[in-house]
Antibody, heavy 121, light 108 residues
Framework: QVLLEESGGRVVQPGRSLRLSCTAS????????MHWVRQAPGGGLEWMAV????????YYADSVKGRFTISRDNSKNTLFLQMNSLRAGDTAVYYC??????????????WGQGTLVIVSS | EVVLTQSPATLSLSPGERATLSCRAS??????LAWYQQKPGQAPRLLIY???AGAPGIPARFSGSGSGTDFTLTIASLEPEDFAVYYC??????????FGPGTKLEMK
């Protein structure tokens, strides 16, 4: 079965950096676009970023553009989110999400359980 | 950016009743709308995509309809496990993909 396991979330001070990882299994990772979606405590869902199957095309929400970078290593079935210049408003659970196709079609068909990032001094 | 609004914010019903949840888009999104279910402490789960197509493994009591700006998720007869928060999401005009604020379906 499709399994997405995020890691890397922790408490981090404002202005610092953090890298999240997502290890995929149960499907051919290199054939699918992948997303990051976050959810602030008690809040709704906010789409962050997407990468195409080959990593050549990447798109971001305005709130993180220039601060966050999505990338992937298809040889290791792993998705990454590099987060720089973190702010208190970035505090959230970050979900790794599979797209239903190789390029970003926007149908988010499988979700990981999420990893919690807390930005606080 | 496409803004999605959902109504009602909270819906109180009993098991066996029919639930009707609404999602409205700020501009036409054709049929590019999905619905997700999220239970406490869990990740969201895809229920419906492209307004009316059921995701694999989703019970038949869940159905979606609509096009343009107005969409509906219907749960024909509520089961105890259906009480959760439901989000709509559009993929017509992106980036960004946007979600509605959610409807909490609670047990009366």
């Amino acid at each position: 079965q499709v399994l997405l396991e995020e890691s890397g979330g922790r408490v981090v001070q404002p202005g610092r950096s953090l890298r999240l990882s997502c290890t995929a299994s149960g499907f051919t990772f290199r054939n699918y676009a992948m997303h990051w979606v976050r959810q602030a405590p008690g809040g709704g869902l906010e789409w962050m970023a997407v990468t195409s199957f080959d990593g050549d095309n990447r798109y971001y929400a305005d709130s993180v553009k220039g601060r966050f970078t999505i990338s992937r290593d298809n040889s290791k079935n792993t998705l990454f989110l590099q987060m720089n210049s973190l702010r208190a408003g970035d505090t959230a659970v970050y979900y790794c999400v599979r797209d239903s196709g190789p390029v970003s079609g926007g149908v988010l068909d499988y979700w990981g359980q999420g990893t919690l990032v807390i930005v606080s001094s | 950016e496409v803004v999605l609004t959902q109504s009602p914010a909270t819906l109180s019903l009993s098991p066996g009743e029919r639930a009707t949840l609404s999602c409205r888009a700020s501009q036409s999104i054709s049929s590019y709308l999905a619905w997700y279910q999220q239970k406490p402490g869990q990740a969201p789960r895809l229920l419906i995509y492209d307004a009316s197509a059921g995701a694999p493994g989703i019970p038949a009591r869940f159905s979606g309809s609509g096009s343009g700006t107005d969409f509906t998720l219907t749960i024909a007869s509520l089961e105890p496990e259906d009480f959760a928060v439901y989000y709509c999401q559009q993929r017509s005009d992106w980036p960004p993909y946007t979600f509605g604020p959610g409807t909490k379906l609670e047990m009366k």
